[in-house]
């Protein structure tokens, strides 16, 4: 909700809500995401997990090289 309007237009406020439905929705994701560890521990990103996905049969490439 922003202001007891459904949607706002303005370009950065239409993203982020304001008001009590806002500030209760936030609340309540703060806490589950503590509950849960969520924010007590940064992880870092692991690259090295990820593989290229075979291509499915009939195929001959299914995912193009970037490089």
């Known amino acids: ?3 007891g309007k459904d ?3 303005r370009w950065g406020r239409r993203m982020a809500g ?3 439905y806002a500030w209760m929705i936030g609340r ?5 995401a ?3 560890g969520y924010r007590e ?3 870092t990103l692991r690259t090295d997990l990820f593989r290229k996905p ?3 049969e009939g195929e001959k490439d299914a995912q193009l090289s970037l490089f």
């Open 1 to 3: 909700m922003h202001g």
């Open 54 to 56: 075979a291509p499915a």
């Open 28 to 32: 309540r994701f703060e806490m589950a």
């Open 7 to 9: 949607y706002e237009s």
């Open 34 to 36: 503590r509950r849960l």
């Open 41 to 43: 521990t940064p992880r």
């Open 18 to 20: 304001s008001g009590p």
